[in-house]
T-cell receptor, first 112, second 115 residues
Framework: SQQGEEDPQALSIQEGENATMNCSYK?????LQWYRQNSGRGLVHLIL?????REKHSGRLRVTLDTSKKSSSLLITASRAADTASYFC????????????FGKGITLSVRP | DARVTQTPRHKVTEMGQEVTMRCQPI?????VFWYRQTMMQGLELLAY????????DSGMPKDRFSAEMPDATLATLKIQPSEPRDSAVYFC?????????????FGPGTRLTVL
């Protein structure tokens, strides 16, 4: 299976601190994506990183990808209480009809 | 502001009843997904369509679940008969697959409770 597995399962930090979340996967990918889910809502796409990219930035988000280790990390800098949510990584395999496979998610709590 | 819409948002029904969930994907998107989310199993892909053709429904219990796209603006997921273990949040997502980019846009979900 190429399922993404996030680590840690839960993370609690103080507002203003940085949050780092990790994702590992098992097989070759076209791209890896991170999504956020607020309580009671659908998932929202945050950022996509392609297999030939190593790092990508979007606002306070920084994503890295290490294809040799089959791992990715999502860094949220200067966290805010509004960042409290679950975060999922999703991998897109290399098949022709590839679909996204989601991990179980990381619960991030940012204390005001 | 283009969004995926789902109806109903909440559904409480009794075991054995038929449940139909509807989804309107974002106009112009060529791929539609149905997911189920529970605390125990996380997010599971049930079925997905590209250009209205079913591509994969291997995640769906075939004896009771069915998914269709009668037209480009409507996707349906039906459970008949429903069982308590079907209680979950069901999400529809749509996307435009092109050039190696395939991010998905999720609807707000249908929270299903089967008593």
């Amino acid at each position: 299976s190429q399922q993404g597995e996030e680590d840690p399962q839960a993370l609690s930090i103080q507002e203003g601190e940085n949050a780092t979340m990790n994702c590992s996967y098992k097989t070759s990918i076209n791209n890896l994506q991170w999504y956020r889910q607020n309580s009671g809502r659908g998932l929202v796409h945050l950022i996509l990183i392609r297999s030939n990219e190593r790092e990508k930035h979007s606002g306070r988000l920084r994503v890295t990808l290490d294809t040799s280790k089959k791992s990715s990390s999502l860094l949220i800098t200067a966290s805010r209480a509004a960042d409290t949510a679950s975060y999922f990584c999703a991998t897109d395999g290399t098949g022709a009809n590839s679909k996204l496979t989601f991990g179980k998610g990381i619960t991030l709590s940012v204390r005001p | 502001d283009a969004r995926v819409t789902q109806t109903p948002r909440h559904k409480v029904t009794e075991m054995g009843q038929e449940v139909t969930m509807r989804c309107q994907p974002i106009l112009g998107h060529n791929t539609v997904f149905w997911y189920r989310q529970t605390m125990m199993q996380g997010l599971e892909l049930l079925a997905y369509f590209r250009n209205r053709a079913p591509l994969d429904d291997s995640g769906m219990p075939k004896d009771r679940f069915s998914a269709e796209m009668p037209d480009a603006t409507l996707a349906t997921l039906k459970i008949q008969p429903s069982e308590p273990r079907d209680s979950a949040v069901y999400f529809c997502a749509s996307g435009l697959v092109r050039g190696g980019s395939n991010e998905q846009f999720f609807g707000p979900g249908t929270r299903l409770t089967v008593l």
